[in-house]
């Protein structure tokens, strides 16, 4: 397991992202102190420091040569916080700045791209929904969704397709009074067998989602995701969601 350090002195938006990186499966070391920075970097060789730019300008942020090399050459990731009126010291060079409200896309892609040898292209989340394709004109068959992303998602079913098959696609977004129709393609297929439970269906990837339809969707994502990750924590109430972009 990875370990990340964040480190800033807003509560609020420590108490937010902290669940989100645990939840993707990082170990999470946090700090409201600056003076902290220094001694979690040596004792946990952490893969990636998020730190606010108000700690990044303190004076009491003493980092040895070694480490800001690494910083600056890209081998010990560092993403920004954005603070108003805050400059960081130039000796520093984050790979990125995020600005709060978060948006949990960026973070999930610099996290991806910087950080894991074999990167996911999308953030992809669970579900169990209801939804429709169709193969021939006005057609639709019922089929249950069982992971949905920006990008595409899989279908639990019977009906054996081919890689490369059109299909449209509609799905209800629970909960948002909205559904999404779009064309999309047959990337792989699951055939039963005891390793998947003998599940069969299909994956795929969207084609043309209009700008409409893929802001819908983003919403329905995010709010999914902060509500998953709020449910696996014990004793955590509902994430603080005015420090996430929704």
């Known amino acids: ?13 420590m108490a937010t992202l902290g669940p989100i990186l645990k939840h ?5 070391l946090s700090t409201t102190k600056v003076e902290d920075i220094t001694s979690f970097i040596q004792e946990s060789s952490p893969s990636l420091l998020i730190i ?9 942020l003493e980092l040895d040569a070694t480490t800001t090399k690494k910083i600056n050459s890209g081998d010990l990731p560092l993403i920004a916080l954005e603070q108003e009126t805050v400059a960081p ?5 984050p790979l990125a700045t995020l600005t709060p409200p978060l948006e ?3 973070l999930f892609a610099f996290i991806q791209r910087h950080v894991e040898k074999h990167p996911r292209q999308n953030l992809r989340l669970r579900v169990i929904l209801p939804g429709m394709y169709c193969v021939e004109k006005d057609q639709f068959a019922l089929a249950e969704v069982l992971s949905l992303s920006m990008n595409g998602l899989f279908f639990k079913v019977a009906t054996k397709l081919k890689v490369g098959d059109k299909v449209t696609v509609v799905i209800p977004l629970m909960g948002h009074a909205k559904e999404v129709e779009v064309e999309a393609t047959v990337v792989y297929t699951v055939q039963p067998a005891m390793e998947n439970n003998y599940m069969q269906g299909f994956g795929v990837r969207f084609d043309d989602l209009s700008e409409i339809h893929q ?7 995010k709010d999914r995701f902060l509500r998953e990750v709020s449910a696996n924590q014990d004793g955590v109430g509902s994430l603080d969601k005015a420090h996430l972009s929704l």
């Open 89 to 93: 010291t130039p000796l520093l060079k």
């Open 52 to 60: 606010g730019k108000k700690f990044l300008a303190d004076p009491k």
């Open 215 to 221: 802001e819908s969707l983003q919403h329905f994502i």
């Open 24 to 28: 993707w499966g990082y170990r999470v």
């Open 1 to 13: 397991m990875k370990n990340f350090l964040l480190a800033d002195n807003r509560s609020e938006l």
């Open 104 to 106: 949990i896309f960026d």
